[in-house]
């Protein structure tokens, strides 16, 4: 990890405040994700956003956004996630989105696929739009022609824009924790020499 979380009580009043709504709502929402350290520092992309608060507040209100906003199928949300996530091997984020992703019920062997980059069977035509269109932007090209009808169709114009900003959100998500080399809570890397 190359920033440290910062413990609460070195932050601002302002940005403590930013802080604690993303402490109660994140723990609200993925209980099951570790977001706090032992020193009640936020962990993964939120210690970025504490650190870089001109930027990453900002960033913090799109995700919030994306996901008040949302009226796409949690698991095809889940498939475009995992998706960025598998594309960009941001460790946080897939470890963060495999479990909730468990939890709105996209099965293991399904998760295991997406999270390893690949394109898994079974999936329905509208979690496999969402894998096809953000596989063919997270690789930087144009979305073909087929793919944004198919999306369009599927989806409809609404949620074709609600797709892309979801998939844009969480790949600048993941390019700040893979920048930063942000850890899976629990499995940093040893420190110890041999």
């Known amino acids: ?19 604690d709504g993303i402490a109660g709502l994140v723990t609200e929402e993925q209980g099951r994700v570790v977001i706090l350290d032992d020193d009640g520092a936020l962990v993964g992309p939120f210690a970025a956003m504490l650190h870089f608060p001109t930027f990453g507040v900002p960033a ?10 949302a009226h796409l199928d949690p698991i095809v949300r889940e498939v475009a ?9 941001a460790r946080y984020l897939l470890y963060a989105h495999e479990q909730t992703a468990d939890e ?6 399904q998760i295991a696929t997406l999270a390893a980059g ?3 069977s079974g999936l329905s035509d509208e979690q496999a739009v969402a894998h096809d269109v953000a596989t063919a932007l997270t690789s930087g090209r144009i979305l073909p022609d087929s793919t944004y009808d198919r999306a369009t ?19 600048l998500i993941a390019m700040v924790l893979n920048c930063f080399d942000v850890p899976v809570p629990g499995r940093e890397p040893s420190t110890a020499q041999p």
């Open 1 to 19: 990890m190359r920033i440290r979380p910062i413990p609460p009580n070195e932050l601002s009043p302002r940005l403590r405040e930013v802080h």
């Open 60 to 69: 913090l209100f799109l995700q919030r956004a994306v996901a008040a906003e």
């Open 81 to 89: 996630i995992l998706t960025v996530g598998g594309a960009y091997g």
């Open 104 to 109: 709105v019920g996209l099965p293991a062997a």
């Open 118 to 120: 690949g394109r898994p």
């Open 153 to 171: 169709q599927l989806l409809g114009h609404d949620g074709v824009g609600e797709l892309v900003f979801l998939i844009g959100s969480y790949c």
